[in-house]
């Protein structure tokens, strides 16, 4: 399945996102096993910490923030799930790492913003994700919060400052008892997107 082109690998997770949701009925549990699920499968094969394997990762992430939009749902009230399911997922496999958690939450925040959705409500709602499956995946919750945290203000860097500030305010803080911690790069880019 590794070897299928990224729009295939979009596509399928949102089909099987919006599956699961349609069997269960919950969405929460549904997407966490569905994006879990797929992961397991797709990046068993992949070597770790490779270009492949974060690829892999964002695109299921991708298509399961559409599969959430499709069902009617919204990208920023799902992302904690989507998160939870791609940290238990890749944790599962032994990719997990703090570029996984990144990458995560820089998809989630890109396809909030194709979807016309919060790009702050996805952001925090990552960051949440991250921090709620850190115990099981034995990590820190600051960090995979601030992995989280810096995955999610660079992606929303990408799309404007104005995105890149609703998302720094929105993950400024200690969320869920965890403190992020912003990198630097941010700052400086922020800054120089507003004249003086």
Same mark, same amino acid.
């Given at each position: 399945?590794?070897?299928?082109?990224?729009?295939?690998?979009?596509?399928?997770?949102?089909?099987?996102?919006?599956?699961?949701?349609?069997?269960?009925?919950?969405?929460?549990?549904?997407?966490?096993?569905?994006?879990?699920?797929?992961?397991?499968?797709?990046?068993?094969?992949?070597?770790?910490?490779?270009?492949?394997?974060?690829?892999?990762?964002?695109?299921?992430?991708?298509?399961?923030?559409?599969?959430?939009?499709?069902?009617?749902?919204?990208?920023?009230?799902?992302?904690?799930?989507?998160?939870?399911?791609?940290?238990?997922?890749?944790?599962?496999?032994?990719?997990?790492?703090?570029?996984?958690?990144?990458?995560? !939450?820089? $998809?989630?925040?890109? +396809? #909030?913003?194709?979807?016309? *959705?919060?790009? /702050?409500? @996805? %952001?925090?709602?990552? &960051?949440?994700?991250?921090?709620?499956?850190?115990?099981?995946?034995?990590?820190?919750?600051?960090?995979? !919060?601030? $992995?989280?945290?810096? +995955? #999610?203000?660079?992606?929303? *860097?990408?799309? /404007?400052? @104005? %995105?890149?500030?609703? &998302?720094?305010?929105?993950?400024?803080?200690?969320?869920?008892?965890?403190?992020?911690?912003?990198?630097?790069?941010?700052?400086?880019?922020?800054? #120089?997107?507003?004249?003086?």
């Amino acid at each position: 399945m590794s070897s299928k082109e990224p729009r295939n690998l979009v596509t399928d997770t949102k089909e099987y996102v919006v599956t699961a949701i349609e069997g269960v009925g919950d969405v929460s549990v549904a997407t966490v096993d569905a994006v879990s699920s797929m992961l397991v499968r797709t990046l068993k094969g992949t070597r770790s910490a490779s270009t492949e394997a974060l690829g892999v990762v964002v695109d299921t992430v991708t298509g399961a923030a559409h599969g959430i939009a499709e069902v009617g749902g919204q990208v920023g009230d799902a992302a904690r799930f989507i998160m939870v399911g791609a940290v238990t997922g890749t944790h599962q496999v032994g990719k997990l790492g703090m570029e996984t958690i990144g990458a995560s !939450a820089a $998809a989630l925040v890109k +396809g #909030a913003f194709e979807l016309g *959705g919060s790009v /702050s409500d @996805t %952001a925090r709602g990552a &960051v949440e994700g991250a921090i709620e499956s850190a115990r099981d995946a034995d990590i820190s919750a600051e960090e995979a !919060a601030t $992995a989280a945290a810096n +995955g #999610a203000v660079h992606a929303a *860097g990408e799309i /404007s400052a @104005t %995105a890149m500030t609703q &998302v720094r305010n929105a993950v400024t803080q200690t969320i869920s008892g965890a403190r992020v911690v912003l990198r630097e790069p941010f700052r400086p880019r922020l800054e #120089a997107s507003y004249p003086a």
